[in-house]
């Protein structure tokens, strides 16, 4: 089956303008997981999904961050206002389901960049 | 709050060489932990996972070591190849109120030399 896909692979927008990147999640997973990875700072996790609600949206870094999640499946994450600072590849991983023990599986990314 | 450190940050090996790659997490309460490939541009791919209640697991060349209570682990390769060549991160699933999240450390870029 396939992995979990993400879209575009590639984003160039100009500071402030408004940006949404894509998830597919693996079919039949429940737990979707938004992380990002800077450089010089790692991994960091964003948000997560279970079904259509998200319980921990813990690592947005502030309001222009914001994320859904329709159908218990694709999930879209939107940046307002982009910043320079937001520049970065954006990581969805999916997992069967919610659990310490569940392993995630990650998409290619979505390399973001702000002019 | 939950840091994973990860040395050496880049490493250098000729082909054929065994090398162990280190992982430190500060809170030994943790579910599990996991090791992940990354290739330039790519994703993350899951090499092992190792339960808090393992010591280790074993894949083909690879093999990972767990002591929870150091807040240590290793990922042992054995008779490396240019094939190798990736980054390498090191994620521990903390066990603190239902946390879902993954905390990563930054990696150890690894290159193997024909």
């Known amino acids: 089956g396939a992995g979990v896909s993400q879209s575009p692979s590639n984003k160039v927008t100009e500071k402030g303008k408004d940006v949404e990147l894509r998830c597919d999640p693996i079919?039949?997973?429940?737990?979707l997981y938004w992380y990002r990875q800077s450089l010089g700072q790692g991994l960091e996790f964003l948000i997560y999904f279970q079904g259509n609600s998200a319980p921990d949206k813990s690592g947005l870094p502030s309001d222009r961050f914001s994320a859904e999640r329709t159908g218990g499946s694709v999930s879209t994450l939107t940046i307002q206002r982009t910043q320079q600072e937001d520049s970065a590849v954006y990581l969805c991983?999916?997992?069967?389901?919610?659990?310490?023990?569940?392993?995630?599986?990650f998409g290619p990314g979505t390399r973001l960049t702000v002019l | 709050k939950q840091e994973v450190t990860q040395i050496p940050a880049a490493l250098s090996v000729p082909e054929g060489e065994n090398l162990v790659l280190n992982c430190s997490f500060t809170?030994?309460?943790?579910?599990?932990l996991q090791w992940f490939r990354q290739d330039p541009g790519k994703g993350l791919t899951s090499l092992l996972l190792?339960?808090?209640?393992?010591r280790e697991q074993t894949s083909g060349r690879l093999n990972a070591s767990l002591d929870k209570s150091s807040g240590r682990s290793t990922l042992y390769i054995a008779a490396s190849q240019p094939g190798d060549s990736a980054t390498y991160l090191c994620?521990?699933?903390?066990?603190?109120?239902?946390?879902?999240?993954?905390?990563f450390g930054k990696g150890t870029k690894l290159t193997v030399n024909p």
């Open positions: 994620a521990v699933r903390a066990a603190q109120g239902g946390s879902e999240k993954l905390v």
């Open positions: 190792i339960q808090s209640s393992q």
């Open positions: 079919s039949g997973h429940t737990a």
């Open positions: 809170d030994s309460a943790i579910y599990n």
């Open positions: 991983a999916s997992s069967l389901s919610p659990g310490p023990h569940n392993e995630q599986f």
